[in-house]
């Protein structure tokens, strides 16, 4: 499999682009006036305790108060287990009091109008590994398959942390044929830098930030550079320096992959980037056989439902079902990457008869779900035939960073009809009529909607003249939406 990742910087907006065989996987975004909030760390307020949800908001000096779970707090460290999480048992009054100072860190940046949801279960990544300082033992990443390196990777670890040092450590996928050495030097990095957040969070007033995470064109390289990524290619020079010296420095057997994109044509447009964004906006989303997913994002929940337009098949109304959910299988994984979709996703299969059928379609996403950087859970298929699964969220989908509600339906997805509006008009006009006193009606609306009113209802609104004993005149309103209107009395 050949990967390459696409940087495109400028002034206001950083963009990276992952690229596996020629498709678009992912996309990240980072805007000067909203930068994310995932694992900065900050030294916050307690502005509220609530028992009832076993919670308190945090202020941390932004927008909006942040959300802190009893779950999420560390416990003292006589109380924590060995592991890198302590089940909360207190009530949340016996760890945090209202007015108190925290130290916590953004475990989920701010959702559509939630605020960033926190942790004090601090964790520091740097290229090979992730401390946690108020963790125990070492962990290894699930990607790192093979027994004798996942026990060689534990043993190098666990040979250069002081006998009772505080902290535990997690092994990332990158350190997958590490060195002791560069190991080591990660972990002697680590520690420097958690003392020194540690230091700067004694100092701080609360409601500032104390450390805040690389920004985007640096942490694609520390999150998602390794051998399975052929180049990296970045369209600013400054960018372009500041990645290679951070390459030379941390993982100096990669720093050739990076390389300054000089064409003269925008590095998005070269490769179609840009219109395959355009496309991770629309609803329906094509699968080369004819069939086509339709794809509905809420609060709540995301649907995905499967159908098989115009494919027809070759053999029988099964196999053509069948070959569908296969290959709907594989476009599904690439848009739950590509649009980042995260929380609880329902998928809506074609219905196969063949219980054989099911289970490989099944097994077929979860296969394509492997190549997921984010964490997946895939539940048995349900009752009715859905397939309910979860992908952890961390960050806005692309949708909700890209987008805002329409105005016009405030996020309904759909206006009121013309014929509606029409009626609703003539019910307006007879309840002026019976409240007040007037020489003449004004009704302002939209183009269509006066078409509608001169032409299929020209007759029900001259049985209101007749009624009202008054003249009703129309006038369009450019500016008004469809479901927008008027009546004036004049």
């Given at each position: 499999?050949?990967?390459?990742i696409l940087v495109?910087?400028?002034s206001r907006?950083?963009?990276?682009a992952?690229?596996?065989?020629?498709?678009l996987q992912?996309v990240f975004i980072?805007?000067a006036?909203?930068l994310?909030?995932l694992?900065?760390?900050?030294?916050?307020?307690v502005s509220r305790?609530l028992p009832g949800m076993?919670?308190?908001f945090?202020?941390?000096?932004?927008?909006?108060?942040?959300?802190?779970h009893?779950?999420?707090?560390a416990?003292?460290?006589?109380?924590?287990a060995?592991?890198f999480?302590?089940p909360?048992?207190e009530?949340?009054?016996?760890?945090v009091?209202e007015?108190g100072?925290?130290?916590?860190?953004v475990?989920?940046?701010?959702?559509g109008?939630?605020g960033?949801?926190?942790?004090?279960?601090?964790?520091?990544p740097?290229?090979y590994?992730v401390?946690?300082?108020?963790?125990?033992g070492i962990?290894?990443?699930?990607?790192?398959?093979?027994e004798?390196?996942r026990?060689?990777l534990?043993?190098?670890?666990?040979q250069f942390?002081?006998p009772?040092?505080p902290?535990?450590y997690?092994v990332r996928t990158?350190?997958?044929g590490a060195?002791?050495?560069?190991?080591r030097?990660?972990?002697l990095?680590?520690r420097?830098l958690w003392?020194?957040?540690r230091?700067?969070?004694?100092r701080t007033?609360?409601g500032s930030?104390?450390?805040e995470?690389?920004?985007?064109?640096?942490?694609?390289l520390r999150?998602?550079?390794n051998?399975g990524?052929?180049r990296?290619?970045v369209?600013?020079?400054?960018?372009f320096?500041?990645m290679?010296?951070?390459?030379r420095?941390?993982?100096?057997?990669?720093?050739?992959?990076?390389?300054q994109?000089?064409n003269?044509r925008?590095i998005?447009d070269?490769h179609?980037i840009?219109?395959e964004?355009q496309?991770a906006?629309?609803?329906k989303?094509p699968?080369?056989?004819?069939g086509?997913?339709m794809?509905d994002?809420?609060?709540?929940?995301?649907?995905?439902?499967?159908?098989?337009?115009?494919?027809?098949?070759h053999?029988?109304?099964?196999?053509t079902?069948f070959r569908?959910n296969?290959?709907?299988?594989?476009?599904i994984?690439?848009?739950?990457?590509l649009?980042n979709l995260g929380g609880i996703?329902?998928?809506?299969?074609?219905?196969m008869q063949?219980?054989e059928?099911?289970g490989?379609?099944?097994?077929a996403?979860e296969?394509?779900?492997?190549a997921?950087h984010?964490?997946t859970?895939i539940?048995?298929?349900?009752?009715?035939?859905l397939?309910?699964?979860t992908?952890?969220r961390?960050?806005?989908s692309?949708?909700h960073?890209?987008?805002?509600?329409?105005?016009?339906?405030?996020g309904r997805?759909f206006?009121?009809a013309a014929e509606?509006?029409c009626y609703?008009?003539?019910?307006?006009?007879v309840r002026?009529n019976?409240?007040?006193?007037?020489?003449q009606?004004?009704?302002?609306?939209?183009?269509d909607?006066?078409?509608?009113?001169?032409d299929?209802?020209?007759?029900?609104?001259?049985?209101l003249?007749?009624?009202t004993a008054k003249?009703?005149?129309l006038?369009t309103?450019?500016?008004?939406s469809v479901d927008q209107?008027?009546?004036?009395l004049m």
């Amino acid at each position: 499999m050949s990967a390459e990742i696409l940087v495109n910087v400028t002034s206001r907006e950083t963009r990276a682009a992952v690229i596996e065989n020629g498709v678009l996987q992912e996309v990240f975004i980072e805007r000067a006036n909203r930068l994310g909030l995932l694992g900065n760390i900050y030294k916050g307020r307690v502005s509220r305790v609530l028992p009832g949800m076993q919670a308190a908001f945090i202020d941390l000096g932004l927008e909006r108060t942040a959300f802190l779970h009893a779950s999420d707090i560390a416990a003292p460290a006589n109380h924590v287990a060995e592991g890198f999480e302590a089940p909360r048992t207190e009530n949340i009054r016996d760890l945090v009091t209202e007015g108190g100072e925290i130290l916590v860190q953004v475990l989920k940046d701010p959702l559509g109008t939630k605020g960033a949801r926190l942790t004090t279960f601090t964790s520091i990544p740097s290229r090979y590994l992730v401390f946690m300082p108020k963790g125990h033992g070492i962990g290894v990443s699930a990607r790192i398959e093979d027994e004798q390196e996942r026990k060689r990777l534990r043993e190098t670890v666990s040979q250069f942390i002081p006998p009772d040092e505080p902290g535990g450590y997690i092994v990332r996928t990158a350190a997958d044929g590490a060195s002791p050495d560069a190991l080591r030097a990660d972990m002697l990095f680590l520690r420097r830098l958690w003392e020194m957040i540690r230091e700067k969070g004694l100092r701080t007033s609360p409601g500032s930030l104390v450390h805040e995470d690389l920004p985007l064109c640096v942490r694609i390289l520390r999150d998602l550079l390794n051998e399975g990524i052929d180049r990296v290619s970045v369209d600013s020079p400054a960018a372009f320096e500041r990645m290679r010296e951070f390459a030379r420095t941390f993982m100096p057997e990669s720093a050739g992959k990076i390389v300054q994109y000089a064409n003269g044509r925008p590095i998005f447009d070269m490769h179609g980037i840009e219109e395959e964004i355009q496309k991770a906006l629309d609803r329906k989303v094509p699968l080369k056989s004819g069939g086509y997913l339709m794809i509905d994002q809420t609060e709540a929940m995301t649907t995905i439902d499967v159908n098989t337009g115009a494919y027809v098949g070759h053999r029988n109304l099964e196999e053509t079902i069948f070959r569908t959910n296969l290959e709907a299988a594989l476009g599904i994984a690439r848009q739950l990457r590509l649009r980042n979709l995260g929380g609880i996703i329902i998928i809506d299969f074609i219905d196969m008869q063949e219980e054989e059928h099911r289970g490989q379609v099944i097994q077929a996403l979860e296969r394509y779900l492997d190549a997921d950087h984010a964490k997946t859970h895939i539940s048995s298929v349900s009752p009715l035939g859905l397939v309910e699964m979860t992908r952890k969220r961390t960050r806005e989908s692309l949708e909700h960073l890209l987008c805002r509600g329409c105005p016009t339906c405030e996020g309904r997805g759909f206006v009121k009809a013309a014929e509606t509006v029409c009626y609703e008009i003539f019910r307006e006009i007879v309840r002026q009529n019976r409240q007040f006193d007037f020489q003449q009606l004004l009704v302002l609306a939209h183009q269509d909607v006066i078409d509608l009113l001169l032409d299929e209802e020209s007759a029900a609104l001259a049985e209101l003249e007749v009624l009202t004993a008054k003249p009703i005149r129309l006038q369009t309103e450019a500016l008004y939406s469809v479901d927008q209107y008027d009546v004036v009395l004049m």
